[in-house]
């Protein structure tokens, strides 16, 4: 082999090297997981036998009715709480459908009712006792949010919840 093209593919590598070895779309600063937090403000009595917990769902249609494990939530919240600050972490980049304040009752998990939800309208409810059970507005549904690089870490998210919801 001449020397010439010994050259010729020496330089094809190191430019291939440079270019290939340059080329990505992770930033490594970035972390993997976000967070989004906020304020539950509840209005009412707290239930005797429930627990209170705020859950967050990706995927939800309307009528943005939970089917299945949340994607996260909060340890039970004390009862006779009047604020509670709340944050979920470990969340994975993504949209988010709906952040839910639900009671549910211990002994049967799926008598679970919403009582409050992160909505456009944060100093209000959107959520409307039915004789099938609670349910979001369907007008406006709760409001999504995501989490990218850009947007880690979301605060702000507060939800009004009425404990009176759970029976």
């Given at each position: 082999m001449s020397n010439w093209?010994?050259?010729?593919?020496?330089?094809?590598?190191?430019v291939g090297f440079i270019f290939f070895g340059g080329c990505s779309d992770d930033d490594p600063t970035a972390p993997d997981t976000g967070s989004v937090s906020g304020t539950v403000t509840f209005v009412g009595t707290w239930p005797a036998s429930r627990e209170v917990q705020v859950s967050i769902y990706q995927n939800l249609s309307a009528p943005y009715i939970p089917?299945?494990?949340p994607d996260g939530f909060t340890d039970p919240i004390?009862?006779?709480?009047?604020?509670?600050?709340?944050t979920l972490e470990g969340l994975e980049k993504g949209t988010y459908t709906a952040i839910y304040v639900s009671a549910r009752d211990p002994q049967n998990p799926a008598a679970t009712q919403l009582i409050g939800m992160y909505w456009q309208f944060t100093d209000s409810v959107g959520v409307f006792p039915t004789p099938q059970g609670n349910?979001?507005?369907?007008?406006?549904?709760?409001?999504?949010?995501?989490?990218?690089?850009?947007?880690?870490d979301l605060t702000g998210?507060?939800?009004?919840?009425?404990?009176?919801?759970?029976?």
């Open positions: 093209l010994r050259g010729i593919i020496g330089v094809g590598m190191v089917m299945a494990a004390a009862s006779g709480t009047t604020t509670y600050n709340y349910l979001p507005d369907q007008a406006f549904g709760p409001k999504s949010v995501t989490i990218d690089n850009d947007n880690i998210l507060n939800i009004v919840a009425n404990l009176n919801y759970s029976p």
